[in-house]
């Protein structure tokens, strides 16, 4: 310790102390050369500030609540449905005592929610002995969430105290605007978007919804009144062709949930009803989207009911035309989408969480004739995915629903995948000793011993 307090060239890291002794009771700590700080008020400094001391810090009497910041717009650089890449923890502690690295905004390039960074650089000790937080702030409609902040303490001393300090990031809001998070201040990225719904069957197929994977279309019904099939995650629905319905869009096979480690069966789809004229539309296999409706005569016999998408947010088929006198087909249901559809940014505890699958469109129904039957049902978003507790990390965004289908019209178009989850901050405590016990939300790393003095001794001597 006695080798880095009395060496005078890391005097510019401690700074001068020409702005003398502050004790302050106002709100007004700003970046300064301080020979000690201490407050008997709260404090709200603005991001980007360094208190600098040739002696003590103390916040015992104060808690400190760190402004936003606005993260590096992506400018194109990454995928709006992606997880912004994280800050590297070799940047940051390569910068202390400068400007500190900014992280990217989220895919929604919101403005003033990343969370802020602050820099308190003592040559005596310091105590932490009432609250930090550096959280980002909540997330706007439709937006992902950005990091936590930084908080970076170096001391030639002691770093001691127990009191809580915080650099959360936050949730994915729950409007689903497919897009991912923030990039993190702990080296993490954003969570991704979610995956899109899929597409109901209809005179014109249901849009496939946005995601981080998007869904997939649902088929056309035909002139000849057969009903065109679901969406899934993988394929389109099938056209229907001339007399003959359209079949769901298969899936390949189990969901896998890499994060869970375990495979999820797919609830299986349904094909449509009716074989009095042409045939009916097979089910999209393992989950995929219900097959569409067979046309009914023209002697009254009731139109096929479009099939039932099965999983992960696939489309419901389309009902079916029949002859004056008898019933329309109903649409078939859009599929919930599935909470284990999504692809994790990260492994990592810190990293933001993914946003939830978007749910299927609902099958159309024919509108005119005697008798019109029902639209299908929508499916529903899935909820984002869950980030572990007390580690920082915001959740991801649910997943939007599908929408219904309209009469002798257009499918239901499958729901948008939900916004990524911000990742956690960092707080990094550097000095020769550090005891401090309290609790860090976030990111904490802690440099002490000879390494301590090494990393101090190589930036500023």
């Not at 070799?90 to 500190?100: F, Q, R, Y």
């Not at 980030?387 to 019209?409: E, H, I």
Request: net charge negative.
């Amino acid at each position: 310790m006695a080798f880095i307090q009395d060496a005078s060239t890391f005097d510019t890291l401690w700074g001068t102390g020409a702005d003398s002794a502050v004790d302050t009771g106002s709100d007004n700590i700003a970046s300064g050369n301080y020979t000690t700080w201490g407050a008997s008020t709260a404090q709200t400094p603005a991001s980007g500030i360094i208190v600098r001391c040739t002696s003590t810090f103390e916040n015992t009497g104060a808690t400190f609540t760190v402004d936003a910041q606005s993260g590096l717009a992506r400018n194109g650089l990454h995928p709006d449905t992606h997880g912004a890449p994280g800050v590297p923890v070799g940047a940051i502690i390569g910068s202390i005592g400068g400007v500190l690295p900014v992280p990217f905004r989220d895919g929604g390039d919101e403005a003033s929610k990343c969370g802020g960074n602050i820099q308190i650089l003592a040559k005596g000790n310091v105590t932490i002995g009432a609250a930090m937080t550096a959280n980002a702030a909540a997330a706007g409609s439709g937006k992902g969430g950005q990091s936590g902040g930084c908080i970076v303490i170096v001391s030639a001393g002691e770093i001691s105290g127990s009191a809580a300090i915080s650099v959360a990031g936050v949730a994915g809001h729950a409007t689903a605007g497919t897009v991912g998070g923030g990039g993190g201040y702990s080296g993490e990225p954003g969570g991704n978007a979610g995956f899109g719904g899929s597409g109901g069957g209809g005179w014109n197929g249901g849009a496939a919804g946005a995601g981080y994977v998007p869904g997939q279309a649902g088929g056309n019904s035909t002139a000849n009144s057969a009903g065109g099939g679901g969406g899934s995650i993988e394929n389109a629905g099938a056209n229907a062709s001339g007399d003959n319905a359209g079949a769901g869009g298969a899936r390949t096979g189990q969901i896998i949930n890499i994060m869970k480690s375990f495979a999820d069966a797919p609830t299986a789809a349904t094909a449509g009803s009716g074989d009095s004229v042409g045939s009916h539309g097979a089910a999209g296999a393992n989950g995929g989207g219900g097959g569409g409706g067979g046309k009914g005569d023209t002697a009254g016999t009731e139109g096929g009911t479009g099939g039932n998408g099965g999983d992960a947010g696939s489309g419901g088929g389309s009902g079916a035309r029949t002859g004056s006198g008898s019933t329309h087909g109903s649409g078939g249901a859009g599929a919930d989408g599935s909470a284990n559809m999504y692809v994790p940014s990260s492994l990592s505890l810190y990293a933001g969480a993914s946003g939830g699958q978007g749910g299927g469109g609902g099958g159309s129904r024919y509108g005119e004739g005697d008798a019109p039957a029902s639209l299908g049902a929508v499916g529903s978003g899935a909820s984002g995915q869950s980030a572990t507790s007390n580690s920082g990390a915001g959740n991801g965004g649910a997943g939007a629903d599908g929408t219904q289908g309209s009469s002798n019209s257009t499918g239901g178009a499958g729901g948008g995948g939900g916004n990524g989850g911000g990742p956690a901050g960092i707080c990094i405590m550097i000095a020769p000793t550090v005891s401090y016990s309290g609790n860090v939300t976030g990111k904490h790393v802690v440099i002490s011993g000879t390494a301590a003095h090494e990393i101090i001794r190589g930036y500023w001597s």
